[in-house]
């Protein structure tokens, strides 16, 4: 079955400096891709950053980038030059079978201190 | 662009009472998806639509909850009766096309409690 895990309930990290959230995944799938989204308090989800199964390269926005790495089914976030408003829950997704519903894991608080 | 709309924002209801919510997806997004999300977890999807046929609805509680999109475009979810655990936050979202590449775009959502 298909499974997302985010082992880190909570992180710190002081303001500019970088974090990496991790995530792991779990498919028997060949084709899926995978997302990182933002929520802060307000309870948007906030769309971060893609990365598609079969890319080579990983992907960037910004001052996100994730690190795919397939073997491992892991698909970090780095957050590069951390802001005070970075400060939200920060949730690793994953979608299959061509456009189905999105997997969550359980999220990542994370917390940026001046 | 205008985002995906929902409404009301924010509902408080006893146990056993109705309630209903509504959805306009992003304008010319064919999918849309119901999601909930009890504190502390992540979204859960309840239903799936495309157009205005059901592509998946294997975790919602049928028993209890519903959901409709009529003409493809806007969409309600009713919870009738609702029990306490149904407090969360109903996300809905959008997306152009069904693919996996395909963002997914999210409203701002509806707070439930039930008392």
């Known amino acids: 079955a298909q499974k997302i895990t985010q082992t880190q309930p909570g992180m710190f990290v002081q303001e500019k400096e970088a974090v990496t959230l991790d995530c792991t995944y779990d498919t028997s799938d060949q084709s899926y891709g995978l997302f990182w989204y933002k929520q802060p308090s307000s309870g948007e989800m906030i769309f971060l950053i893609y990365q598609g199964s079969y890319d080579e390269q990983n992907a960037t926005e910004g001052r996100y980038s994730l690190n795919f790495q397939k073997a491992r089914k892991s698909a970090n976030l780095v957050i590069s030059a951390s802001q005070l408003g970075d400060s939200a829950m920060y949730f690793c997704?994953?979608?299959?079978?061509?456009?189905?519903?999105?997997?969550f894991g359980q999220g990542t608080e994370l917390s940026v201190k001046p | 662009e205008a985002g995906v709309a929902q409404s009301p924002r924010y509902k408080i209801i006893e146990k056993r009472q109705s309630v209903a919510f509504w959805c306009n997806p992003i304008s010319g997004h064919a999918t849309l998806y119901w999601y909930q999300q009890i504190l502390g977890q992540g979204p859960k999807l309840l239903i799936q639509?495309?157009?205005?046929?059901?592509?998946?609805d294997s975790q919602l509680p049928k028993d209890r909850f519903s959901a409709e999109r009529l003409k493809g475009v806007d969409s309600t979810l009713k919870i009738q009766p609702a029990k306490l655990e149904d407090s969360a936050v109903y996300l809905c979202?959008?997306?152009?096309?069904?693919?996996?590449?395909?963002?997914?775009?999210f409203g701002p959502g509806t707070r439930l409690t039930v008392l």
């Open positions: 979202a959008s997306s152009l096309v069904l693919a996996n590449y395909n963002e997914q775009f």
């Open positions: 639509f495309q157009n205005n046929g059901v592509v998946d």
């Open positions: 997704a994953m979608r299959y079978n061509q456009g189905g519903k999105l997997i």
